[in-house]
């Protein structure tokens, strides 16, 4: 293997966690690859909040000046390619990429994130990250005194409806079977005037994302500007199960307060090992990724 294509450390996923622990090791003089595929999981949202300094700012916006501010390290470089399998050897691992290209490096942090599974409900995907939302911290301030639907059941559907409720006194849950509250919780929900609706629906109207109606099966509508939907994931990446790294129940890679895998010598942050998801959490947890593992290096090398 070509001394080019050796590195101390190999990071898979180029968003906000990934680069945030690039920039920690580039500061440290760590020679660092980036295997970035380019597909943010906000890459439909409008606008990003809740992130000092970047209120209210692009995902986009925020991204590409991360990556131009970490790539004024000389140490660090990024390839727009795929990461497609990963092994163990005497020396770290190798990472083979989609395009064929294969690399080596002695530690490894994935930053790859998780794909949310979408329903099948027409115009579902379409709305996702603008009207159909996930996160109240994330969106709900933009979106209070809305009509409000949450698309959940449930200790989540009761979840999502106290935190939304002191964003909108109009808040439907649409379960889309028979609902799963027991009468205290009804009488909880009945008491802030908050509907339950369980007839199934396949269909969102919108226009360019923004949601007009909800389509039962019945064929009977409803009006909403918002939906919160709590929806399945799985890891983005396979690539850390084939290398060994546990999950958690939910569903996350498995990692200590340093943001280590069940794995030595890889670590884990962002979106696929915590449940904030958020562009704050990403770039905080990358950081704390980076500068433990930089630690690591240290010990071994001094």
Same mark, same amino acid.
């Given at each position: =293997?070509?001394?080019?294509?050796?590195?101390?450390?190999?990071?898979? #996923?180029?968003?906000?966690?990934?680069?945030?622990?690039? =920039?920690?090791?580039?500061?440290?003089?760590?020679?660092?690859?980036?295997?970035?595929?380019?597909?943010?999981?906000?890459?439909?949202?409008?606008?990003?909040?809740?992130?000092?300094?970047?209120?209210?700012?692009?995902? *986009?916006?925020?991204?590409?000046?991360?990556?131009?501010?970490?790539?004024?390290?000389? /140490?660090?470089?990024?390839?727009?390619?795929?990461?497609?399998? #990963?092994?163990?050897?005497?020396? *770290?691992?190798?990472?083979?990429?989609?395009?064929?290209?294969?690399?080596?490096?002695?530690?490894?942090?994935?930053?790859?994130?998780?794909?949310?599974?979408?329903?099948?409900?027409?115009?579902?995907?379409?709305?996702?990250?603008?009207?159909?939302?996930?996160?109240?911290?994330?969106?709900?301030?933009?979106?209070?005194?809305?009509?409000?639907?949450?698309?959940?059941?449930?200790?989540?559907?009761?979840?999502?409806?106290?935190?939304?409720?002191?964003? /909108?006194?109009?808040?439907?849950?649409?379960?889309?079977?028979?609902?799963?509250?027991?009468?205290?919780?009804?009488?909880?929900?009945?008491?802030?005037?908050?509907?339950?609706?369980?007839?199934?629906?396949?269909?969102?109207?919108?226009?360019?994302?923004?949601?007009?109606?909800?389509?039962?099966?019945?064929?009977?509508?409803?009006?909403?500007?918002?939906?919160?939907?709590?929806?399945?994931?799985?890891?983005?990446?396979?690539?850390?199960?084939?290398? #060994?790294?546990?999950? /958690?129940?939910? *569903?996350?890679?498995?990692?200590?307060?340093?943001?280590?895998?069940?794995?030595?010598?890889?670590?884990?942050?962002?979106?696929?090992?915590? =449940?904030?998801?958020?562009?704050?959490?990403?770039?905080?947890?990358?950081?704390?990724?980076?500068?433990?593992?930089?630690?690591?290096?240290?010990?071994?090398?001094?």
């Amino acid at each position: =293997m070509e001394d080019a294509k050796k590195f101390e450390v190999i990071i898979i #996923g180029g968003s906000y966690a990934g680069l945030s622990a690039a =920039m920690a090791l580039g500061r440290s003089l760590r020679e660092v690859l980036i295997i970035d595929s380019g597909l943010r999981c906000n890459r439909q949202t409008p606008h990003s909040h809740n992130f000092l300094t970047q209120d209210g700012e692009k995902p *986009g916006v925020i991204a590409e000046k991360a990556r131009a501010e970490v790539l004024k390290y000389s /140490t660090i470089k990024i390839i727009d390619d795929l990461a497609v399998s #990963g092994k163990k050897n005497k020396n *770290g691992f190798v990472v083979n990429t989609h395009t064929g290209q294969e690399f080596q490096s002695k530690k490894l942090i994935f930053a790859t994130g998780i794909k949310d599974i979408m329903p099948d409900i027409k115009g579902f995907a379409e709305c996702w990250g603008i009207s159909v939302v996930h996160c109240p911290y994330c969106h709900g301030y933009e979106l209070r005194s809305q009509k409000t639907a949450i698309l959940a059941n449930g200790a989540r559907g009761l979840h999502l409806a106290s935190l939304i409720n002191n964003l /909108t006194n109009d808040i439907t849950i649409l379960t889309t079977c028979k609902a799963d509250f027991n009468p205290e919780e009804v009488s909880k929900l009945s008491q802030h005037k908050i509907e339950i609706i369980e007839t199934e629906f396949s269909e969102i109207e919108h226009e360019n994302g923004q949601i007009r109606n909800v389509v039962f099966n019945d064929g009977s509508k409803r009006s909403f500007s918002v939906l919160y939907a709590a929806i399945p994931f799985t890891q983005n990446s396979d690539i850390p199960l084939s290398l #060994g790294c546990e999950l /958690t129940e939910q *569903g996350y890679l498995k990692v200590d307060n340093f943001q280590a895998t069940t794995v030595k010598g890889i670590y884990a942050c962002g979106d696929n090992a915590a =449940m904030m998801r958020s562009i704050a959490n990403s770039v905080y947890t990358g950081n704390l990724a980076g500068a433990i593992l930089n630690k690591e290096l240290t010990d071994e090398q001094f």
